[in-house]
């Protein structure tokens, strides 16, 4: 499915292709939660690196999280890329060198009409904000961490 998808001020406009469109991973972590959850969460889809095509490039910034560092104990910049707009601040996409292939935007600067997910994660509550009431639908999967579960896997599994 080709997804279209944009900022807030319209300075940037960009396309992709994804297999996975179903918006129904929701991320309650502190990095999701602060940079594109208003609602105490944020929505990634999967999408194909290599289609990403952006109108206004020179509009989008990019920010590394600050994320714990396991072998230090001390803290250090995520390799993961959060693409935002420099003009309004919407986010935009999710890109990691560690995953070149895929690319993950974010669903709330989609302009396409997403299919309803007939079943929705809900995954890091272990970080979620106190003030955050997750809304759990009788399919929905819980989890404090990450699932086990990919994106690809989800939709093979779910939509048939």
Not at 1 to 19: I, K, W, Y
Not at 48 to 72: C, K, R
Not at 92 to 115: G, K, N
Request: contains cysteine.
């Amino acid at each position: 499915m080709q997804l279209e998808g944009s900022c807030h001020c319209g300075s940037v406009h960009f396309t992709v292709e994804s297999s996975q469109p179903y918006p129904f991973n929701q991320c309650y972590c502190s990095i999701c939660r602060k940079t594109a959850g208003g609602g105490g969460y944020a929505i990634n889809l999967g999408a194909d690196y290599a289609t990403l095509e952006v109108e206004g490039e020179e509009q989008v910034s990019v920010y590394h999280a600050i994320i714990n560092d396991p072998e230090t104990g001390g803290k250090k910049e995520s390799p993961g890329q959060r693409h935002f707009c420099k003009r309004c601040g919407s986010a935009l996409w999710l890109w990691d060198p560690r995953w070149p292939e895929q690319v993950h935007p974010f669903a709330s600067a989609i302009d396409t009409e997403l299919p309803i997910p007939p079943e929705r994660t809900h995954m890091m509550l272990g970080s979620k904000a106190s003030w955050v009431n997750v809304s759990k639908a009788p399919a929905d999967s819980l989890f404090d961490e990450y699932p086990q579960e990919s994106l690809a896997q989800w939709h093979q599994r779910v939509i048939k």
